[in-house]
């Protein structure tokens, strides 16, 4: 469902190029993406979201190719088919956790209305363990909580992408091992593909691939 | 736009303080410009309705100003009394009656103001409750008198002892309430109204006591003959006319010679009014006669110099809230910067951000005008208290 | 649409009920606002007759009270207040004016222009400290028994009259004419009447009669003695023995005096006349017919 040919992209002001000849991620698949930092791991989760536009190469995603999308087009395909799990959860801090999961619904008038949404945000907190916390705002939940929270944010519009950048990286360990078996589990349930970036190389196991950014990564030293 | 609503609403609720702090300052900026406004604008209405209603004022020579003021809104400033006999003088002209006035005392901090049963039919006063003053001893007051000391007909009111004439005493004299008056959104709710005669009295100038034919005691009676009888300092004057003791009550010397602060007067016509003025200022050198829209209006010219200068800082004021409120957005966008990012990351668009922004702003906007325009409002409620404390 | 349009027939016609209501009303506020007061019988005759039908004379003294000592009560001082135009003697007749609330502009004091020829008597007056005497000097008000004066006091009424409702000085005209020649009569018949009794003095049961005496040249000596009240033999004595050959042994009453009192006035020669000065309205005739009355009292005296 991801196929990314001679991609190559290169920040303005910046020596590092991102370079990856030939990648494919298949539906369902969960891929891990490891590396040092700074060789683009990010980056290319920014690219294959549409995010940014690499200026050469092609990146096709469940059939579309983002060089030809336009602004809302991608705008909309990231919100109706990938969901988004942060390093630092990255939940508004003024939301409820009820509204928090249901953000995607109010920023992009392309969702469906809220009608029935409601039912299926106490679904996914209570599978997550979170179900007392809808009325709690996110100063008032630990680590771990948030975490779930940001995943039932992410899993709320039954995207058919999870990128997740980190999601471990502010996690004790056993919360560590919990978070990435619930993005597992959701993602057999779902038949979504798991892309997840991740520094921890305790955690590799259980992914079906690994990406690994140094045989991609491209540094041209002047 | 519904959604965008209510993300503002909800990120303005949540961050309380910063919320309230922004709409208090936008509504107090828009406000304090308009509110003044209204309250000058209203005040100069007031004050010209008020002298409008009144054709002539006349009074002893002297300010002008301090006339009109004592005998439109009862503000008892010392001013020089002149004599019930110009009255007279002034009804003998023909050129239309006069409605001698004499303001000079309070009862619980509210003017007494002695004068004729013509001053309720020129003011066109209407009865809420009661009855018009009939005797001596009688009052009928203003409806925010009512109001404010809960006191209505059957009830009483005791003139204040302090007084700025020096004559022979001050009697504090217990008033009847026997009727009270209509709103009318005047200084007249603010006044307690008594017969011009009632006024004399608490000057001491008429009083009621036993009859001296019938006393006997040596130490209210100095001495007695057959066709004169002295009382002593110790004789007892009522300090209440009731239906007893009313018989007893009496003037002492010819009415014509007391004394009242202005004579409101009332020409049959312009004519009339012309000529009269015309004869008074030629031949009388102790007394004057104005025109109280004239005279209210230089008051007038003097605040509205002030409303300009006031125009001209809060339109400072106002550029500097402005700036200080666009460096808070701004400043506060810059911290929300992470959070609107990953607004977009999930998807997003700039416009509906900035839908969301403008939104807040639109709130607090909103917010801060329905705060100015209730203050707006409320305003108008304190109009006679402004003149009362700044202009007259 | 039948029912619609009886509902709408009905409708204008109360409403043109309440219309006509309102005119009548109007009507009748126009009528009964022309209310004049007064504060004493002559002037209600006077006025009454000049004024005509047309104009509601108000005199709401109670019958049994003396209007010159007379104390209003609220409501009575409320139908003053309620009147366009109050006439008033003067001469300190009414002592309530002076503690009642009245617009001063309604008041006419109807001896205004006679003043000088009020009559001063001295009262007891009295002080108060040593800050001097304040005489209360009284004056004498029953300025009307006098009737030059009466006819002065008739004149600016009718005067007063014509100035404030100019569209009926016709009526006046003629109203005040047929009055003027009726107290002309009177006092011609006075006159004649007192005419032998010049520069004589005759007796008054209590100071009532000072202008009839001044008016038609008549000293007249007054006790203080009411009228039904039995006076005390030595004061009626120690009277008859002031007497003097000279005077004229008549006493005057405003009522009929106590018959002890009157056969004791009659035993030594003094007829006592009823001479009603009519303050108040008389329980049989008007003003005219109780002054006849008077002059014919007098003149059935030897």
């Known amino acids: ?222 | 736009m519904k959604d965008s609503l209510y993300l503002a609403y909800r990120y303005l609720s949540y961050n309380r303080v910063r919320t309230l702090v922004l709409t208090f300052s936008v509504a107090i900026i828009i406000y304090l410009p308009l509110g003044l406004k209204k309250l000058i604008s209203e005040s100069e209405d007031q004050m010209l309705s008020r002298a409008n209603s009144t054709p002539l004022i006349a009074g002893k020579k002297g300010s002008p100003t301090d006339l009109v003021i004592n005998t439109l809104y009862f503000q008892q400033e010392k001013i020089e009394t002149l004599t019930m006999e110009f009255a007279s003088v002034l009804d003998g002209t023909g050129f239309g009656y006069a409605i001698p006035v004499l303001s000079s005392y309070k009862a619980r901090g509210y003017p007494i103001v002695g004068t004729s049963l013509d001053y309720f039919e020129f003011r066109d006063l209407g009865l809420e409750s009661g009855r018009l003053f009939g005797v001596v001893g009688e009052c009928v007051i203003g409806s925010n008198v009512a109001r404010r000391l809960d006191v209505q007909p059957g009830d009483s009111l005791i003139s204040s002892p302090e007084s700025f004439f020096d004559f022979a005493g001050v009697y504090p004299l217990k008033m009847d309430i026997v009727g009270v008056m209509e709103q009318s959104n005047t200084p007249d709710d603010d006044a307690v109204f008594v017969d011009i005669k009632t006024t004399w009295i608490i000057m001491g100038l008429g009083h009621g006591h036993q009859d001296l034919a019938q006393v006997y005691d040596p130490t209210l009676v100095m001495e007695r003959s057959d066709s004169s009888v002295t009382a002593g300092a110790k004789l007892f004057m009522y300090n209440q006319i009731s239906d007893d003791n009313m018989e007893s009550f009496h003037f002492h010397g010819d009415t014509k010679d007391y004394p009242i602060t202005s004579i409101i007067f009332v020409p049959n016509n312009q004519k009339s009014s012309t000529l009269l003025r015309g004869r008074i200022e030629a031949g009388e050198l102790e007394n004057q006669v104005v025109v109280p829209t004239l005279v209210v209006n230089n008051l007038l010219q003097s605040i509205f110099r002030l409303k300009q200068i006031f125009n001209s800082v809060f339109v400072i004021v106002g550029l500097a809230v402005i700036l200080i409120f666009g460096l808070v957005i701004a400043l506060s966008l810059r911290l929300r910067k992470d959070e609107l990012y990953t607004m977009f990351t999930i998807g997003s668009g700039k416009r509906k951000i900035a839908q969301i922004i403008g939104m807040e702003l639109v709130l607090l906007i909103v917010t801060s005008a329905l705060i100015s325009g209730i203050l707006y409002y409320i305003t108008g409620f304190f109009i006679n208290e402004f003149i009362n404390a700044f202009i007259i | 649409m039948k029912q619609f349009i009886a509902t709408c027939l009905i409708l204008l016609v109360i409403s043109s009920c309440g219309s006509s209501d309102k005119k009548d009303k109007s009507k009748e506020n126009s009528v009964s606002s022309k209310t004049l007061a007064v504060t004493n019988y002559p002037l209600y005759f006077f006025t009454q007759k000049i004024a005509g039908d047309e104009f509601d004379v108000s005199f709401p003294v109670p019958r049994d009270e003396d209007p010159a000592f007379f104390e209003p009560g609220a409501e009575i001082v409320s139908k003053y207040q309620s009147a366009e135009i109050i006439f008033i003697n003067g001469a300190g007749y009414e002592c309530w004016v002076d503690k009642v609330a009245l617009s001063p502009r309604k008041i006419v004091n109807t001896t205004s222009n006679v003043s000088e020829k009020y009559i001063k008597e001295k009262g007891l007056s009295h002080s108060h400290g040593p800050d001097g005497e304040h005489d209360h000097a009284e004056t004498a008000f029953t300025t009307w028994l006098d009737q030059s004066i009466a006819l002065d006091q008739a004149k600016l009424i009718y005067e007063t009259l014509k100035k404030s409702y100019p569209e009926s000085s016709q009526e006046f005209d003629n109203n005040f004419k047929e009055l003027e020649l009726e107290i002309i009569e009177l006092d011609n018949k006075m006159d004649n009447m007192f005419n032998p009794y010049q520069g004589k003095t005759i007796y008054a049961s209590h100071p009532v009669y000072q202008y009839l005496g001044v008016g038609y040249g008549i000293n007249i000596q007054s006790e203080h003695w009411e009228p039904g009240q039995k006076i005390e033999q030595d004061m009626v004595k120690s009277f008859i023995g002031s007497l003097s050959e000279n005077d004229i042994k008549i006493m005057l009453w405003e009522g009929e005096p106590h018959p002890e009192t009157r056969l004791l006035l009659e035993e030594a020669g003094v007829k006592a006349v009823l001479f009603i000065p009519c303050g108040n309205r008389p329980g049989q005739g008007d003003y005219l017919s109780v002054m006849n009355q008077n002059i014919e009292n007098l003149a059935s005296v030897d």
Not at chain 1, 123 to 134: P, R, T
Not at chain 1, 137 to 148: A, T, V
Request: glycine share 8%.
């Open chain 1, 1 to 222: 469902m991801i196929k990314v040919e001679n991609l190559r992209f290169q920040y303005q002001r910046s020596t590092f190029e991102l370079n990856i000849p030939d990648l494919q991620i298949e539906v369902g698949e969960k891929a891990a993406v490891i590396g040092p930092s700074g060789s683009g791991k990010t980056t290319l989760l920014n690219i294959l979201s549409g995010i940014i536009i690499a200026e050469s190469g092609s990146v096709e995603f469940n059939g579309h190719q983002l060089k030809t999308m336009s602004d809302s087009e991608l705008r909309n395909l990231r919100i109706n088919q990938i969901g988004f799990v942060f390093q630092d959860f990255k939940l508004l801090e003024y939301l409820s956790v009820y509204d928090n999961i249901l953000l995607p619904y109010r920023i992009n008038s392309s969702m469906p209305g809220l009608s029935g949404r409601g039912q299926r945000v106490k679904e996914l907190c209570v599978h997550l363990g979170v179900g007392d916390k809808l009325s709690k705002f996110p100063k008032h939940l630990s680590h771990g909580e948030k975490q779930r929270i940001a995943i039932s944010r992410a899993l709320i519009n039954d995207p058919s992408l999870v990128l997740a950048d980190e999601p471990t990286g502010n996690l004790d360990p056993e919360n560590k091992t919990k978070i990435l078996e619930i993005l597992f589990k959701m993602s057999d349930a779902n038949n979504s593909t798991l892309i997840t970036v991740t520094h921890d190389h305790e955690l590799l196991s259980g992914f079906d691939r690994i990406i690994d950014f140094t045989d991609f990564q491209k540094n041209t030293r002047q």
